[in-house]
């Protein structure tokens, strides 16, 4: 046996210990805070009588309300904050990243999908064009609603906790791979909690798209730095119909 083979692994210092556990701590309370403000939000929007409408299918504001209530607390107990909040001016380069992101995860979903199907697992098949971007392709008005309730809050709520918070607190210690990998299994775990009441085969498949769009994400905010570009596609990807790009 060489050498080599018999140096034991470096066990974790304890700088990376502790990011991991801040990281992976507020990530949890996030998902925690994400089934609260849920649950409250479905009897707001009860008593209003929208549940089930257009409008209130559009103001998908439910867990993101709990992710801000987390990422104040955090920011609060934290010396310098200003780190984490990495929203600026997009770039020429920035707004080439917005554009390409969603290209990135139709690649990444086919590669999942044609993986899952390999080992046995099917593709939930879909008619038409899901939930809100049907709504908005029909009555663009309540675009008047999805871009404050999604763009401008709902996206920047999970950027800001997932790519802001938890990717910018790992990095240091376990540099960029890291960082994206370790933010987007918390991204995942997230919202693999939410499937837990689905028929497995699309809980498989709902959290390995969002494993994708965790590692997606978590790249292209590596490349740029700022929280404005990863929010856009990110509510691009729930409003915009890619798939009818190619029948355009």
Do not use: C
């Not at 403000?37 to 009588?49: E, M, N, P, R």
């Amino acid at each position: 046996m060489s050498a080599l083979s018999e140096r034991p692994l470096p066990l974790p210092t304890r700088r990376q210990v502790r990011a991991a556990v801040v990281a992976f701590g507020v990530a949890a309370l996030g998902a925690v805070a994400a089934f609260g403000s849920s649950i409250v939000t479905f009897q707001f929007k009860t008593a209003l009588g929208i549940v089930g409408t257009d409008i209130g299918t559009v103001l998908s504001v439910n867990a993101q309300i709990g992710f801000v209530v987390v990422v104040a607390g955090y920011l609060a107990v934290v010396d310098d904050w200003s780190g984490y909040l990495q929203f600026h001016l997009p770039s020429r380069e920035d707004v080439a990243w917005v554009l390409a992101t969603p290209i990135l995860l139709g690649a990444a979903g086919v590669g999942v999908s044609v993986l899952l199907q390999f080992v046995g697992i099917p593709t939930p098949t879909h008619t038409g064009i899901e939930g809100t971007k049907a709504i908005l392709l029909d009555q663009p008005a309540l675009w008047l609603v999805a871009i404050p309730a999604l763009y401008l809050f709902a996206a920047p709520a999970e950027e800001l906790l997932y790519r802001g918070i938890v990717q910018e607190r790992l990095r240091p210690q376990f540099g960029p791979v890291g960082a994206v990998v370790g933010a987007a299994v918390g991204f995942t775990l997230m919202h693999g909690s939410f499937a837990l009441v689905d028929p497995p085969t699309y809980a498989i498949n709902w959290v390995a798209s969002t494993a994708v769009g965790g590692i997606v994400w978590g790249v292209v905010y590596e490349q740029t730095r700022n929280l404005v570009v990863t929010s856009v596609s990110h509510a691009m990807s729930w409003t915009v119909p890619f798939s009818l790009l190619p029948l355009l």
